[in-house]
């Protein structure tokens, strides 16, 4: 989960396995005391598996598929041609284009970029999600609310603010104990996406949704106890 350690994450590999050349596998390293993935630990190493890049650029293929009511875009490093977005034509699609903005140098250290073909892409979806962490700088906010009809700044432990036409609003996230983080962004947008479609694009109820089933799964550790919470808790009308 690169958005919540950077500038503490190094990025180890970002290249294709041996065998296909369409693979790509990608392995971070989060170091420093700071590091929020596991408490007193110095050094984690992660891999994100290996996947095959055919899958999302084979337009043939991707035809085949049944189209969902709704798909989250959210690339980890740019391993992915943002073109990807028009294959998705029929869904409703929310975009996570943290993977596109970020950069490394050549130590392989991560930090905040511009994203310079953002406004292009930004306005293809329905909705875009951002983290503070993931701003090089405030005018950013600025830019990406002109570009997007719907804007999600996520805020961490302080919830969101929605940037929905003229109107900004702030929703509190849910207190609940920490025990792991990993993923929670990628659950708020996923929940999000899916309340905005069930209530016919009403971005405050998606919120309060979201936020409740990202507060969820920081309050457990591992997939299987995730899913087991969201579950048992998460109520979908």
């Known amino acids: 989960d690169l958005n919540r350690v950077q500038p503490e994450v190094k990025i180890d590999v970002l290249q294709a396995d041996d065998v296909p050349d369409d693979v790509v596998r990608v392995a971070v390293t989060a170091r420093g005391k700071s590091t929020r993935f596991r408490r007193n630990s110095s050094e984690i190493q992660m891999d994100s598996g290996g996947y095959d890049l055919r899958l999302f650029r084979d337009r043939q293929l991707v035809s085949q598929w049944p189209y969902p009511n709704s798909d989250t875009l959210a690339p980890i490093a740019n391993e992915v041609d943002p073109e990807i977005i028009h294959l998705f034509s029929n869904s409703l699609v929310g975009l996570g284009p943290q993977g596109w903005m970020r950069r490394w140098d050549n130590q392989g250290i991560v930090s905040a970029g511009q994203w310079a073909v953002a406004e292009q892409y930004l306005r293809l979806a329905a909705a875009v999600f951002v983290s503070e962490e993931d701003l090089a700088d405030g005018d950013m906010v600025i830019k990406y609310r002109q570009w997007s009809r719907l804007l999600v700044l996520t805020r961490g432990p ?80």
Do not use: H, Y
């Not at 996230?173 to 999000?192: E, K, L, Y």
């Not at 209530?199 to 109820?205: A, K, L, M, V, Y």
């Open 158 to 237: 302080d919830g969101c603010t929605i940037f929905f036409g003229d109107e900004i609003r702030q929703f509190p996230a849910n207190s609940v104990p920490v025990v792991d983080t990993t993923g929670a962004g990628d659950i708020f947008a996923a929940a999000f996406l899916v309340r905005l479609f069930q209530t016919g694009g009403n971005p405050s109820e998606a919120a309060q949704f979201a936020n409740k089933a990202a507060s969820l799964s920081i309050s457990v550790s591992g997939l299987s106890n995730i899913r087991e919470a969201l579950s048992a808790k998460l109520v979908v009308a």
